[in-house]
């Protein structure tokens, strides 16, 4: 599956990669290739949102989602703080070989999950703070001493070098989290067929 999701027996669409393995997509996917392989620059599928509104039938409603964390220093106070940087599905497709970063998105709805699993101190570091690199505000990580934001690409960076070291493992999983497949999916296939980023 190319979103981990699960889904009946029958319900899935075999696939011929270009290595000429297969593998199987649910209806979602290979909704979104078959939109990927014939997009245009006339968007010739308008506005119409590329993940449905309602879980195709024979896929599961939900999917568990392990929320990723690291320790680091502050730049500003030099105390150890944690930091929500990935998403990974506890049981991952072949495809799933990295874990995904978390973008404004997926941080709102992964703080008040924290939130009602007992980590209160990260859930609330997780919040709109100014940027002066982007030049804007945006939902970010910050440090649960100072409050100092913990910007977005210096995590990347440290992420995908724990990841390099000692692949998922490397990371705390604060929680898992249940969430629902076509939430998944907007991670995973972002909002027109783009993919999600990694952490590689």
């Known amino acids: 599956m190319d979103c981990s999701v699960h889904i009946a027996v029958g319900a899935g669409v075999l696939v011929l990669c270009d290595d000429g393995k297969r593998r199987v997509q649910c209806p979602v996917c290979r909704e979104i290739e078959f939109r990927c392989r014939r997009w245009d620059l006339n968007d010739q599928f308008g506005s119409d949102p590329w993940i449905p509104d309602a879980v195709p039938p024979g896929c599961t409603a939900t999917i568990n989602v392990r929320v990723l964390a690291m320790d680091r220093s502050c730049w500003k106070c030099g105390e150890t703080t944690t930091c929500v940087v990935g998403l990974y599905p506890t049981q991952p497709a072949r495809t799933d070989q990295w874990p995904r970063m978390v973008d404004e998105e997926s941080l709102a ?8 699993a007992g980590f209160g101190g990260v859930a ?26 913990q910007g977005d690409f210096p995590l990347q960076e440290e992420a995908s070098e724990l990841f390099q070291e000692g692949g998922v493992e490397a990371f705390h999983t604060l929680v898992v989290a249940e969430v629902s497949s076509l939430v998944w999916q907007q991670v995973v296939h972002g909002e027109r067929g783009q993919g999600g980023n990694l952490l590689m």
Do not use: F, M
């Open 124 to 149: 609330e570091s997780i919040k709109p703070r100014w940027s002066s690199t982007v030049g804007a505000r945006y939902l970010s990580n910050g440090c649960q001493l100072c409050d100092a934001l």
């Open 109 to 116: 709805w992964v703080k008040g999950i924290l939130a009602g």
